[in-house]
Every structure is written in C-alpha cells, then in structure tokens.
C-alpha cells in the first residue's frame, strides 16, 4: 500500500515570494497534520486537519495555511517567505486517534 | 504544555554494543510516548509507542524502550548495535495517540553513531 506522499520533494523559492507543498494521505486516512523540521531540530507542530477542518494549529504566524480536499489530500501554503521558512516539511496521516504515519517530505529553501 | 528532553545530542556506540538513548517527557496528563527514527534526507519512521498498555514495548529493528512513570523517562534501548542503526532519533509526547489538536510534541533529537 502507498504510504504518505508528498510533492515536491525539493524546492527553492526566493524570500517574498509564496509555496504551495502538496500531500496525499494514506488510503482511508482522515487526518493530516503538518509539521515543519528545521536542520538540526525535531519537527514541529504546524496544523491538524480533518474532515476538510482545522482541528489544532501550532504556534505559528498567520502566513502559513491550508487546506484539506474531499478525497482527504491537503495542501500547505506559505506566503512572504522568509529566509527562516527554510526547512523540511513534514505532512503525516492517521485513522483519527490512531497511529501517526510521516511522509519523506518536501524541502524547502528559500534564496 | 508538554515537552520532552532528550539527553545527548550525539551518541557513539560500537557495532554490539548496547544502545541507549535518553528521553525525558512532560506532561500534565497520561501521556502517549513514540520513537521516530529518521535516515539520511527521510522522513520519521515509527519504531514503537507507548500507550498505556504495556510498561515495555517492543519496536521494529530490535528496540524497546521502558515507560517509567516515576522517573518521567521512556529510554530507547537495542541489546546490540548494528551499522545500519546510525540515523536521527526523535522522541515525542502527546495527550493523544493521534496527536490531537495540539499534535507530537518532539525532542531536538540524538544522532547515533556505529562505530565499526
């Protein structure tokens, strides 16, 4: 079965400028979370999402956002980039309540 | 608010020796307690979870770790190394299994090191 899957895998964007990073969730998965790792730091919490609502955010600015389709895939969006954003982005799925499973993820650099 | 403080930002380990890698936790409530292992540019794999069931819980790849309640700790343990055990190791605590509205919440981290 295919697990997390996330596009890009790489990316570099310039400082202003906004991302979009993409996520499909496992197969009957209803809950994707976001989280973003900066080199040398354990992840962080960025956003859960289910049933296309947010359901927890993290203590991040409002620059960051998403969304959560029908078919359950997600999409994290991040304007006015700043040098800061650069990091691996993280987006993982579970069963409500259950098991959180992480994709590769998709890194980003901002120039 | 929860946290977790993992002891050791490096570990080196000769090729069967024993592993151990620290994880200290926070929490105001019963906690869920996972290990995540991460290799060169991945993404996290779980290797177990602690969720009330069982004290010691058995992994994939031959660890177990050992929830503590008193001591606050959820130790990482392997009896011996292998060299394709050097990787990233994240510890990480939530109020539910899934994470919840408030998420993992994870440690900086240990990079283990086998040493041939």
């Known amino acids: 079965d295919a697990g997390v899957t996330q596009s890009p895998t790489h990316l570099i964007k310039t400082r202003g400028q906004h991302v979009t990073l993409r996520c499909s969730p496992i197969?009957?998965?209803?809950?994707v979370s976001w989280y973003q790792q900066v080199l040398g730091q354990g992840p962080q919490f960025i956003f859960q999402?289910?049933?296309?609502?947010?359901?927890g955010r993290g203590n991040f600015p409002d620059r960051f956002s998403a969304r959560q389709f029908p078919n359950y895939s997600s999409e994290l969006n991040v304007n006015a980039l700043l040098l800061g954003d650069s990091a691996l982005y993280l987006c993982a799925s579970s069963l409500i309540g259950n098991t959180i499973y992480f994709g590769e993820g998709s890194w980003l650099t901002v120039v | 608010a929860q946290s977790v403080t993992q002891l050791g930002s490096h570990v080196s380990v000769s090729e069967g020796a024993l592993v151990l890698l620290r994880c200290n936790y926070s929490s105001s409530v019963p906690p869920y307690l996972f290990w995540y292992v991460q290799y060169p540019n991945q993404g996290l794999q779980l290797l177990l979870k602690y969720t009330s069931a069982a004290t010691l819980v058995k992994g994939i790849n031959g660890f177990e770790a050992e929830f503590k309640k008193s001591e606050t700790s959820f130790h990482l343990t392997k009896p011996s190394a292998h060299m394709s055990d050097a990787a990233e190791y994240f510890c990480a605590v939530s109020e539910r299994e899934g994470g919840g509205a408030d998420g993992l919440t994870f440690g900086k981290g240990t990079h283990l090191i086998i040493q041939p």
């Open positions: 999402y289910y049933e296309k609502e947010e359901r």
């Open positions: 197969s009957g998965h209803k809950s």
